[in-house]
C-alpha cells in the first residue's frame, strides 16, 4: 500500500504548493475561520499549517493518514486510473508518503490534542498526548526527502515560493469569511482578517493582486434571471490592461478555474478596447446551478465542462462588453 501511495502522490504532490493547496483545502473542509501558513525554504524544509477547524477526534487520526492506503493499484497499467480518480481521501497519506509528517490536532469534547507521525514509507505512526486547542496543525518536514528524482525537479526556493503564495492568494480570494496568515522564513508575508463588508473584502483584493487594481476597476454584480446565472467581482478598466495574465482570477461556485470558454467571453469583450498584447485583469465569481456544471473534466486541473456553454458564455461576454461600453470615456 505505501509503493501505491508514492506512486499515487507523484501524480499530484509536484512541489511545496501541492501540498499547500491539499492542506488548506482541508481546513476550509473542516469549517476554519483562521488559518495560519508557516513555511521555510519555499516549504521544501517547512510547511506548517494551523487552523481552528473542527479538529480530529483521536481514534480517527491514524486513520486519516492511512485512508484509502489500499492495494488499489495492483499493476502500473492501473496508474491512470488512478491519476484520474483523482486525491479524494489520498492527500494525507500521499503527502505523509514523501516527507515527514505531524498531524496535531484537538476535538471537542476531548481532555487533551493528540499527535501522530508519519516518514516516508514506514507508516510509523505513534500517537501521543499534546496540547493543542480545538483544530488541526499539520507539520510537513523534508518533503521528497525519501525521492530525490523528485527533489531534483524543484525549482528556485524563490519560485517555489510563488507557486505557493499564489495557491494561498487563490484560496483567500474566494474564502473571504476565513483569516489567513501566511509567514515565509519567519517573516510575514500575508496578514488577511476576515472580509464582510464590500469595502473590506476590496481592501483584501487589493493587497493580494495589486493596490492600484480597485482604483481602476469596475465592480460587476449581474444576474440573469432567465438563466439562474449570476456574474460579480471586479474588472480592471482597460487602461489598467496588463502585459502578462498575472492578475485573473476567475471562479465558478468558488473554485477558481482557468477555462477556455471562459477566456475567449472575456477576450472577446474586452476585445475592441484594448491594445495588442495587453491582458484584462479581473477578479470575477460566475455562479450557477451545479448541475449546470462538472468540474471533474482533470481533478488537478482547472478545467471545467458547462451544460450549456453557449448560455455561459453569451452572459459572460454580454455582461462584461455592456460593463466596459459603459465607463468608455
Ligand atoms: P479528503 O480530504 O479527500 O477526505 P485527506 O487525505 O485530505 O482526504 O484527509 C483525510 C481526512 O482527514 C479528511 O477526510 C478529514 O476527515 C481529516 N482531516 C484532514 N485534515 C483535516 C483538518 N485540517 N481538519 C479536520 N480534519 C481533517
Ligand atoms: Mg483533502
Given at each position: 500500500p505505501r509503493l501505491a501511495n508514492q506512486i499515487a502522490a507523484g501524480e499530484v504532490v509536484e512541489r511545496p504548493a501541492s501540498v499547500v493547496k491539499e492542506l488548506l483545502e482541508n481546513s476550509i473542509d473542516a469549517g476554519a475561520t483562521r488559518i495560519d501558513v508557516e513555511v521555510e525554504n519555499g516549504g521544501v524544509r517547512l510547511i506548517r499549517i494551523r487552523d481552528n477547524g473542527s479538529g480530529i477526534p483521536k481514534d480517527d487520526m491514524a486513520l486519516?493518514?492511512?485512508?484509502?492506503?489500499?492495494?488499489?493499484?495492483?499493476?502500473?497499467?492501473d496508474l491512470e486510473s488512478v491519476a484520474s480518480l483523482g486525491f479524494r481521501g489520498e492527500a494525507l497519506a500521499s503527502i505523509s508518503s514523501v516527507s515527514r509528517l505531524t498531524l496535531t490536532s484537538n476535538h471537542e469534547g476531548q481532555d487533551?490534542?493528540?499527535?501522530?507521525?508519519?516518514?516516508?514509507?514506514?507508516?510509523?505512526?505513534?500517537?501521543?498526548?499534546?496540547?493543542?486547542?480545538?483544530?488541526?496543525?499539520?507539520?510537513?518536514?523534508?518533503?521528497?526527502?525519501?525521492?530525490?528524482?523528485?527533489?531534483?525537479?524543484?525549482?528556485?526556493?524563490?519560485?517555489?515560493?510563488?507557486?505557493?503564495?499564489?495557491?494561498?492568494?487563490?484560496?483567500?480570494?474566494?474564502?473571504?469569511?476565513?483569516?489567513?496568515?501566511?509567514?515565509?522564513?519567519?517573516?510575514?508575508?500575508?496578514?488577511?482578517?476576515?472580509?464582510?463588508?464590500?469595502?473590506?473584502?476590496?481592501?483584501?483584493?487589493?493587497?493580494?493582486?495589486?493596490p492600484q487594481l480597485m482604483d481602476n476597476a469596475v465592480v460587476i454584480d449581474m444576474e440573469s434571471e432567465s438563466s439562474n446565472l449570476r456574474l460579480w467581482g471586479w474588472v480592471?478598466?482597460?487602461?489598467?490592461?496588463?502585459a502578462q495574465t498575472d492578475?485573473?482570477?476567475?471562479?465558478?461556485?468558488?473554485?477558481?478555474?482557468?477555462?477556455?470558454?471562459?477566456?475567449?467571453?472575456?477576450?472577446?469583450?474586452?476585445?475592441?478596447?484594448?491594445?495588442?498584447g495587453r491582458h484584462p485583469a479581473f477578479v470575477l465569481y460566475l455562479e450557477l446551478d451545479p448541475a449546470q456544471v462538472d468540474v471533474n473534466v482533470h481533478p488537478t486541473k482547472h478545467e471545467i465542462r458547462f451544460r450549456d456553454g453557449r448560455t455561459v458564455h453569451n452572459f459572460l461576454f454580454s455582461t462584461l462588453n455592456?460593463?466596459?461600453?459603459?465607463?468608455?470615456?
Open positions: 486519516s493518514l492511512s485512508r484509502h492506503a489500499t492495494s488499489k493499484i495492483s499493476a502500473l497499467e487533551s490534542g493528540w499527535k501522530v507521525f508519519a516518514e516516508g514509507r514506514d507508516m510509523e505512526t505513534i500517537s501521543s498526548p499534546a496540547p493543542h486547542p480545538i483544530g488541526t496543525t499539520v507539520e510537513v518536514r523534508d518533503l521528497f526527502f525519501n525521492t530525490p528524482a523528485r527533489r531534483k525537479f524543484l525549482r528556485t526556493e524563490k519560485t517555489e515560493f510563488g507557486h505557493l503564495e499564489e495557491v494561498v492568494k487563490r484560496l483567500a480570494l474566494s474564502h473571504y469569511d476565513v483569516a489567513f496568515t501566511l509567514r515565509h522564513n519567519q517573516r510575514t508575508i500575508h496578514q488577511l482578517r476576515p472580509a464582510k463588508t464590500r469595502v473590506e473584502m476590496e481592501r483584501r483584493v487589493a493587497t493580494l493582486t495589486n480592471g478598466l482597460p487602461t489598467f490592461s496588463r492578475l485573473q482570477y476567475f471562479y465558478v461556485n468558488g473554485r477558481m478555474v482557468k477555462d477556455r470558454l471562459i477566456a475567449h467571453a472575456v477576450r472577446q469583450a474586452y476585445r475592441d478596447v484594448l491594445y495588442h455592456r460593463t466596459l461600453a459603459s465607463v468608455r470615456p
